[in-house]
């Protein structure tokens, strides 16, 4: 999917709370290490992973589930297969108050769901990873 590099630009600059879905305690895994990148570069990342929910990564608790954050979050950075994310796009939907995007990673595209997202007004990017994203605009 093509996205304008001054939307992609807008989402990185505006966001400051990241929560990512999915995220891994496996340093070599894509959930972890652009978790630990986008923490680095000044996001304040809380990681969501039912199975990891209490331990602690990246100076955060992991949380279990997106019900499970109970302060403003700018971004959903979504790290699950794409049958999962209808499940996470509902959780979004359900924040007070509501994120102001969705991002689905790298290969990870649900157009039903990103549809419902955007009705809600929130903005959607897909198959893209901030990671890459980052050094190329800023």
């Known amino acids: 999917m093509h996205y304008p590099d001054s939307l992609l630009k807008d989402v990185l600059s505006q966001a400051r709370t990241i929560a990512v879905v999915g995220f891994s305690a496996n340093p070599m895994?894509?959930?972890h290490y652009v978790s630990r990148f986008l923490r680095d570069v000044g996001y304040r990342v809380i990681p969501v992973n039912p199975g990891l929910a209490g331990q602690s990564f990246l100076g955060e608790e992991v949380r279990a589930g997106l019900s499970d954050i109970d302060e403003a979050v700018d971004m959903i950075d979504i790290f699950r297969r794409?049958?999962?994310?209808?499940?996470v796009v509902d959780e979004a939907l359900a924040m007070t108050p509501l994120p102001k995007v969705i991002w689905m990673q790298l290969?990870?595209?649900?157009?039903?769901?990103?549809?419902?997202?955007e009705a809600a007004?929130?903005?959607v990017i897909q198959d893209r990873c901030p990671k890459m994203d980052y050094p190329r605009l800023f």
Do not use: S
């Open 121 to 123: 007004g929130l903005t």
């Open 29 to 31: 895994r894509p959930a």
């Open 107 to 117: 290969g990870i595209t649900e157009p039903q769901a990103a549809a419902r997202a």
């Open 82 to 87: 794409p049958e999962a994310v209808a499940g």
